[in-house]
């Protein structure tokens, strides 16, 4: 029996187990059986576990607990590789997909808007030139030229007077033709051939009117003298003058919008044309011998013109 005993007790326990051999006594033997712990490092044979945690699942209390005080090597190998393990890598991939997510994100939004600002850009631009475009043509629509010609209402086929040297032409001279006025063309060639009558009493049929162009309250302009031939007002340099009438009397109420942007664009015309020259001059007539304020509100309105340079006064 002895001997059994002493070999029992040379029972070599499993490599790596975490406790040491055990004296086992024979059946009838009362002793009580200890067991001791012996502590190891984690390192030694388990690199993933350490000291007083688990991995996987399984720590050394729950080891402890197994039968006959055994852990197998299998018990910390099968924590390796285990779903944790796995569930930790696809979180990394997770996490790398969410960043890459967010980056593409980001870039789309970068995207969005500087091609947001480039139409913004684009339609500024595109307004703009319109903008342009349409005041470089207000001009022309504000400073229309109508001209009814001398042929129409008047029965003096050419004028009786000297050509008008073009590039002596520098002076605007514009007066009013005093009494009624008119606003609608009909009346407008009836004061003009009466006029126009009135003249030929003094100095003859074939006289015309002494002014080059005159301006009625239709916003019509019409030609008498026109362009080529000189006014024969012997008040201005005839040679060096364009005379322009205002038909009716302003000297308390002043011509409308249309007649002045009328006037404007006859001088307009003229410079285009090359009838006046470009660093023309602007007068006004006063005829005192009507009255002393003959014109007064119609000079008051061409004074705000920038090149006009003061009155002309004569008896």
């Avoid at 006289?207 to 162009?213: D, G, K, L, S, T």
């Avoid at 080529?228 to 011509?255: C, K």
């Avoid at 003229?270 to 006063?286: T, W």
């Amino acid at each position: 029996m002895a001997d059994a005993v002493r070999q029992s007790e040379r029972l070599v326990m499993p490599w790596g187990s975490f406790y040491a051999p055990i004296s086992r006594p024979s059946p009838g033997a009362q002793s009580t059986v200890k067991s001791t712990l012996i502590a190891m490092n984690a390192n030694e044979r388990t690199p993933l576990l350490k000291k007083g945690q688990s991995y996987g699942g399984t720590s050394l209390a729950a080891a402890a607990a197994f039968s006959d005080g055994y852990v197998s090597e299998s018990a910390a190998d099968s924590s390796y590789g285990s779903d944790n393990d796995n569930s930790s890598v696809k979180g990394d991939y997770a996490g790398h997909e969410h960043a890459g997510m967010g980056k593409h994100r980001r870039d789309c939004c970068s995207y969005l808007q500087i091609m947001t600002f480039v139409l913004i850009l684009a339609g500024g631009c595109v307004i703009a030139t319109y903008l342009l475009i349409a005041e470089s043509r207000i001009p022309a629509l504000q400073f229309s030229l109508d001209l009814v010609h001398r042929d129409i209402w008047s029965n003096v086929s050419v004028p009786l007077a000297d050509f008008l040297n073009f590039s002596n032409v520098i002076n605007i001279v514009i007066m009013q033709t005093g009494g009624s006025g008119c606003e609608k063309l009909d009346k407008c060639l009836q004061i003009l051939q009466g006029l126009q009558k009135q003249y030929q009493k003094q100095l003859g049929m074939a006289q015309e009117v002494p002014f080059n162009f005159l301006i009625g309250g239709d916003r019509q302009t019409y030609e008498a003298r026109g362009w080529n031939y000189e006014s024969g007002l012997n008040w201005v340099a005839q040679n060096a003058t364009l005379v322009i009438a205002f038909i009716g009397n302003y000297t308390t109420l002043a011509p409308n919008a249309l007649q002045l942007r009328s006037t404007l664009s006859l001088i307009a015309e003229s410079v285009r044309q090359k009838k006046l020259q470009r660093q023309y001059k602007i007068y006004g007539l006063q005829n005192l011998t009507n009255s002393e304020v003959d014109g007064k509100a119609l000079f008051g309105a061409i004074s705000q013109w920038t090149q006009f340079k003061g009155l002309i006064q004569v008896l």
